[in-house]
């Protein structure tokens, strides 16, 4: 992951959608209060930040310094966040923790790889919680005019090698052939609202239109975004319903 999101970080925190609050208590109560959970894959806090209030201890680790920074910058009155430099190939150099926990970052894994490791480094009672996009979600309403956009800039799109769109295998189907193959899952739908400036900082935080990868074309990409978008929607305003789905996953019971 290292390097994808370059310049991403500001944009991500700003116009990346929450999970919600009913999503991240479902996470709290799953995990408990007393205990130390991983959320590898970090970003900028989008899970860390509100579950720290809920736990002893979140160690928010990504590759990404700036997300890093960002994370530490939002979140500067949290005394229970460690803010640590890693990633998936380097689990065994982290402090102990009870639970892990994946927003939007499982897919740029080695999946089973990793979820082997866990194994062997999560205590008994241990957790793997995934929380992002439910199973074929319904794009957004600016989705047709910004596919059109991203062919224009040749950056449509960046996919990760053992995601689902590459493999085929939804994180459903990864988790059940894995040792945390008791499932469970829960729903939560909330609706958001976005005007034209956030609809164009949402296109900034993803990989494949970082500003990082755009370079020189950063300007013209955002201002062919600007015409598409407007064409598409003269309002430029729109209401989505997100679904996002808290995925939990245990060692079967012997």
Same mark, same amino acid.
């Given at each position: 992951?290292?390097?994808?999101?370059?310049?991403?970080?500001?944009?991500?925190?700003?116009?990346?959608?929450?999970?919600?609050?009913?999503?991240?208590?479902?996470?709290?109560?799953?995990? +408990?209060?007393?205990?130390? /959970?991983?959320?590898?894959?970090?970003?900028?806090?989008?899970?860390?930040? #509100?579950?720290? *209030? &809920? @736990?002893?201890?979140?160690?928010?680790?990504?590759?990404?310094?700036?997300?890093?920074?960002?994370?530490?910058?939002?979140?500067?009155?949290?005394?229970?966040?460690?803010?640590?430099?890693?990633?998936?190939?380097?689990?065994?150099?982290?402090?102990?923790?009870?639970?892990?926990?994946?927003?939007?970052?499982?897919?740029?894994?080695?999946?089973?790889?990793?979820?082997?490791?866990?194994?062997?480094?999560?205590?008994?009672? +241990?957790?793997?919680?995934? /929380?992002?996009?439910?199973?074929?979600?319904?794009?957004?309403?600016?989705? #047709?005019?910004? *596919? &059109? @956009?991203?062919?224009?800039?040749?950056?449509?799109?960046?996919?990760?090698?053992?995601?689902?769109?590459?493999?085929?295998?939804?994180?459903?189907?990864?988790?059940?052939?894995?040792?945390?193959?008791?499932?469970?899952?829960?729903?939560?739908?909330?609706?958001?609202?976005?005007?034209?400036?956030?609809?164009?900082?949402?296109?900034?935080?993803?990989?494949?239109?970082?500003?990082?990868?755009?370079?020189?074309?950063?300007?013209?990409?955002?201002?062919?975004?600007?015409?598409?978008?407007?064409?598409?929607?003269?309002?430029?305003?729109?209401?989505?319903?997100? @679904?996002?789905?808290?995925?939990?996953?245990?060692?079967?019971?012997?």
């Amino acid at each position: 992951m290292r390097d994808l999101f370059g310049g991403a970080a500001p944009y991500y925190a700003k116009y990346r959608s929450t999970h919600g609050d009913p999503a991240i208590e479902h996470l709290a109560m799953t995990f +408990g209060r007393d205990s130390t /959970v991983l959320d590898l894959g970090c970003g900028p806090g989008t899970v860390a930040i #509100p579950l720290a *209030r &809920r @736990v002893r201890e979140v160690l928010a680790v990504d590759p990404d310094e700036e997300m890093l920074e960002e994370g530490r910058r939002l979140a500067r009155e949290a005394g229970n966040i460690r803010w640590l430099h890693g990633d998936s190939t380097r689990l065994r150099e982290l402090p102990a923790f009870d639970h892990i926990v994946m927003g939007r970052s499982f897919h740029w894994m080695d999946r089973r790889a990793v979820l082997a490791e866990l194994n062997e480094l999560l205590p008994p009672g +241990g957790v793997v919680a995934l /929380v992002g996009p439910g199973q074929d979600p319904e794009d957004p309403p600016w989705e #047709p005019a910004m *596919r &059109r @956009v991203r062919d224009e800039f040749g950056v449509n799109t960046f996919t990760a090698t053992n995601s689902y769109q590459a493999t085929g295998e939804h994180p459903h189907d990864v988790l059940a052939t894995s040792p945390f193959s008791d499932l469970d899952s829960a729903m939560y739908e909330q609706r958001l609202k976005y005007d034209l400036a956030a609809v164009i900082g949402l296109q900034l935080s993803y990989s494949y239109t970082a500003p990082a990868r755009l370079g020189d074309r950063l300007e013209s990409f955002t201002e062919a975004t600007r015409r598409a978008l407007l064409a598409l929607n003269p309002s430029g305003r729109w209401e989505y319903v997100e @679904v996002t789905e808290v995925l939990i996953a245990r060692r079967p019971k012997s």
